[in-house]
Each structure stands twice: as C-alpha cells, then as structure tokens.
C-alpha cells in the first residue's frame, strides 16, 4: 500500500513540475519512483492549462539564468555592442527584465551617403564628387571604400595661358597673339579667345611676282625684278628680288617627239629671233579598229607631231537583249569605242524577283499629251509598233485653260501612278508642254523622262534665250537622281515665220542646241550639282549623249541625250519615236 501512495505522490509532483515549468516542453518519465532509468522522450504541449485536482501552484522566479539563444535576444550585435539577451528563470525558463551581453561585436555595414561629412573629393570637369562609404551603425568612414554620386562641373574657361599649346595665331605686324581660354580644372582649351603680347614687326619675307611689287618687267633674255614684301600684311619692302625670265613668244616651225606623254614645240622667238624648244603634251587623236573577241586595237596618234602608238584595250560593251522564243533570246552587245558587236543566242535567266528574263522586261510608260490631237497618236502608235509596255494616256492640256486645270490633273495623275508603283520601271514621254511636265514630276522614281519639244514652254520664261540656262540645270539635276533623260525638239518657225536661231525668241530646236552648247562647253569641266562637285563626259562618239562622273571617276545617275528631231512638231514626234524606244529598251 505504501508503495502504492508513494507511486500516486510521485506522479503528483510531477504533473505540478510540468505546470510549473510552462516554458519546456520537453519532459522525461521514469518507470519508478526512485527513477535512474529513461525510458521515455515526450514532447508536451505547454500551452495548454494543466488542471490538477487541488489548487493551481505558481514558481517562484529566479532570473539568474544567462541562456544566449534566439529565444531571449532582445538586441543583435552591432560594431559597437554585443549582442544583448534576457536573464531567464532558472526554474522554469521564463523570460526576465534584465540583461546581459554575451558574444563580439559585428563587422561594420557601409552604405553610400552623400554627404559632406563623407566628402573624399569634389566634383571637376573630368570626375563626379567622390565620397567615403560610412558604417550605418557607427557612422565611421571607410577610408578604403569611396563611390562616385553626381555629374562632373562644366569647364571653366577662365584661365589665360600663353604656353604654346593654346597658341590659336602668332603676333603678326597688325594684330597681336592670339590664344584659346582654358579650362582652369583640366586645361583643356576652350573656344573663346584672348589677345596677349605686342604686335611683330613687319617681315619682308614674302616673294609675291604680283604687279604692285614689279620693278622691272620680265622678257625672254631678261629676269623680272620685284620688290620683297611683308608676309602678314603684304606691304611693299625696299629689297628686291629676280623673278623667272618671260617665255619665248613667237611662230612655231616645228615638233620633235620626246615620248609617249610630250614633245618639243620648236618657237622662233619674235624677242630674240632666237629657236627656242618648249615641251608641251601631245594633242590626240584616238581612232579604234574593231574586233570580236573582246579587244580591239586603239590607235593614237598626235595632230602636231609624227608620234603614232597602238595599244590593246578591252571593250567595254553594252548589252542588249532580243526576244526569239519562249526558251532563249538574243544577247547583242556592243563596245560603245570600236563598235564591234557580238551576237549570241542564250537561254532565258528567268531568276529574277519579278520571274521575268531581261528580254522580256518592259517598263510601264506614261505617256502625257500635249495640246494637239494628231501628234499624241503618233508618237504613241509610233512606240506601240515595236513596245508592249502599257501605254497610259494622262488628260489633254487646252491653251484656252486660264487655270490649267488638265494640266494640273495629267501632273498629279502621273505623281500618283509614279509613287504607288515604284516595284515597276516607269517611264514618262511628254510632248510639247514637256517643261511644265516634267518640273512638276517626281521623276525620282522614274527610269526615263523623254520630253519632246519642251524648250518651247518653260515656266515663267516663254520663248527666250534663258530657257538654255534653265534646261541645263534641269536635265543634270534630273540625270544625278538616276533617271535616263531625253530632250528632242523639232526647229518650227517663229512667228513671222523665221528662224533665226539668234533672235531673242528662239524655236524650241534653236534652244535644244543651246542646251547641248551649254554642257558640250563644261564636259571636262568641274561643275556643282545639288552642292556636289562632278564632271560631265560625253559617252559616244557620235556626240548628243553625257554622263555626270563623279571625283573618283565613277558615273552617277542616268545619262543625258539631246537631239534635233525634224522640222515640224508632227515630223518631231515620230522622229523622235525611233529614238525613244531605243531609249526605253536599253534603259
């Protein structure tokens, strides 16, 4: 029996050991009294109340306890603290008020502040501002770790240096040096400028042969005497100095050949009365022997000296494409200098984006009328014999307009078709009224523009002798955008029935010549188009075609042909037929 109590009083204590100790929730249990022996690990629920039979007991606290453990921090280390926690009651484990520290200090935390108390470096010109990182703790600086916040200044170019490296010009007799502000952060030169110094003194140095400084004028035995001048400001000195002797003027009695490039121009002087030699280049005259295997002879020859030379050249030929049949056609081409031509039949290469072989590309025409009924017809039936492109007839102009309205129309119709079917070669024929056509459309985009007997209406400029100068102008800036471009007139009388090509109102085909003088006398010649600089060639040996060519020798654009196409303006258009569909097919 007493062992039974002593079982019972046991496990009473025990159960009031568990209420106590609320905070551990683990407990062992014995299998007897006297207890040595674990035979259970059990995990209890210390939330729940434990009711016993008698009256709920309490512990009586002691914080004493010094447990490091999550459950008790009430602080982490920091660089200046250690970790602090709370004491706990070495009874029952329940947290206390008081404190202890337990552990080492942290390692610092940087973070980027800008702020003055962290100011390594102020920004310049060339680096942001530069500061220390700080601890967010401690706020101690890293001496070692900085960051860059900001944007660098603007230069201040305030600082006058006179070194030579901000030497902008020298002191010259009428002004003084010249140098470039500076950056007073980097020295970097600025544009702003500042005068320094004393003007130079004049320096007779310059050897100018102008007439304001001639003493004593040059002939062929004598030299020229000249007068020093200053390089600066180009005032006449006292000393003197001998210029060239002048070149023998006279009759030439003769040549000797030097070489390939030069011969000797024999002079009798009318000075001297002496035979002089004086080298100059050979003038050629070029003349080619045909060939068909891809070469041909060119043979060279000097009109004043007995210099004659053969050389091989290679063709340069052009190609044209006849259609036979559905399986081949014909390639013809022809070297534009010698004039051989080779002939051969070749299968289509049908390979191209449109599936079409190059025989059988035809460009869409459009075809602008002018103001009379027959000539359209013509020149349309005239193409339409040998063309199967699409003929589209744009609206007819009447003279008695005032507005224009047709004209206007055909201008906008032709814009129209132009831009919506730039995939297609388009191109334009426009009869007597072509200048007001054709400077209204936006040939850009077109492969050929052939005007017909349009000298005769150029705008704001009627029959005059202007209209040279304006056609010239046109047709190059035509030809640079890439369009092939045609000019034919025919030489209809004026009105009383003459043709003075030198009257102030010119016809059409009197002005066409202008045209062709015009360019003819700048072939060779260095010209502005659009505000670059080419030069114009002329491309076949019959006269009437050029090409623009630009600084490194490549032409650009389309060609230019002009031409006199009869003596009325019916006779003009189908004159000109001819020549156009050559014109379309090779474009």
Request: with cysteine.
């Amino acid at each position: 029996m007493k062992k039974v109590l002593s079982v019972v009083l046991f496990v009473c204590l025990l159960l009031t050991t568990v209420v106590c100790y609320g905070a551990l929730n683990t407990v062992l249990l014995s299998d007897n009294a006297g207890g040595g022996k674990v035979v259970k690990r059990t995990t209890i629920n210390t939330s729940a109340a434990i009711v016993n039979r008698g009256s709920p007991r309490t512990c009586s606290h002691s914080f004493t306890s010094q447990i490091p453990s999550s459950t008790y921090l009430k602080s982490s280390a920091t660089c200046t603290r250690r970790a602090v926690y709370y004491k706990c009651c070495s009874k029952c484990g329940a947290k206390g008020t008081a404190t202890f520290e337990h552990g080492s200090l942290s390692q610092h935390v940087y973070q980027q502040v800008a702020n003055s108390n962290y100011l390594k470096s102020s920004a310049t010109c060339q680096s942001p501002a530069i500061y220390y990182m700080s601890c967010k703790n401690c706020r101690k600086k890293a001496l070692a770790k900085t960051f860059k916040y900001g944007n660098p200044r603007q230069h201040n170019f305030s600082e006058r240096n006179t070194s030579d490296r901000y030497l902008k010009s020298a002191a010259t007799c009428s002004r003084k040096a010249v140098y470039y502000m500076s950056c007073s952060m980097c020295g970097t030169a600025g544009t702003r400028t500042f005068d320094f110094g004393n003007v130079a003194s004049h320096d007779y140095s310059a050897m100018k042969m102008d007439r304001q400084y001639l003493v004593t004028q040059a002939t062929c035995t004598s030299n020229g005497v000249y007068y020093y001048s200053c390089k600066y400001c180009g005032r006449k000195g006292t000393e003197t100095f001998l210029g060239p002797k002048a070149e023998h003027k006279g009759t030439v009695v003769g040549y000797s050949s030097v070489n390939d490039k030069t011969h000797n121009a024999m002079i009798r002087c009318t000075t001297c009365k002496k035979v002089v030699s004086q080298s100059e280049a050979h003038s050629f005259e070029n003349g080619y022997k045909k060939s068909t295997i891809g070469y041909h002879k060119k043979e060279i020859k000097c009109t004043k000296c007995s210099y004659r030379a053969t050389l091989s050249e290679r063709c340069q030929y052009s190609v044209k494409y006849t259609y036979i049949d559905d399986s081949k056609h014909f390639e013809e081409k022809t070297c534009g200098l010698c004039g051989s031509v080779v002939k051969t039949a070749k299968a289509h290469n049908r390979s191209t984006s449109d599936g079409r072989c190059a025989c059988e590309s035809r460009p869409v025409v459009l075809y602008l009328a002018g103001d009379n009924d027959q000539n359209p017809l013509l020149m349309q039936e005239g193409i339409r014999g040998e063309f199967s492109g699409e003929m589209i007839d744009a609206p007819k102009y009447r003279d008695q307009d005032p507005n224009r309205k047709d004209l206007n129309d055909k201008i906008e119709n032709a814009n129209e078709y132009v831009s919506t079917n730039t995939d297609e070669r388009v191109a334009v024929v426009a009869y007597s009224h072509g200048g007001e056509v054709a400077r209204g459309l936006d040939y850009e985009n077109v492969s050929t523009l052939i005007i017909v007997d349009g000298c005769v209406f150029m705008p704001g400029t009627g029959n005059n002798a202007n209209n040279a100068n304006q056609w010239k102008d046109f047709l190059l800036e035509v030809a640079v955008s890439g369009t092939d471009v045609c000019l034919y007139a025919s030489n209809q009388p004026q009105k009383d029935g003459s043709r003075d090509d030198n009257s102030k109102s010119k016809g059409a085909a009197a002005i066409t010549r202008d045209v062709q003088d015009l360019i003819t006398d700048n072939a060779g010649s260095e010209i502005t188009i659009g505000g670059e600089t080419y030069r114009i060639e002329e491309v076949n040996s019959n006269g009437g075609t050029y090409a623009i060519i630009d600084q490194n020798g490549q032409q650009v654009g389309g060609t230019i042909t002009i031409g006199d196409a009869g003596e009325t303006h019916g006779q003009a258009v189908v004159e000109a037929s001819d020549n156009i569909k050559e014109v379309l097919e090779s474009s």
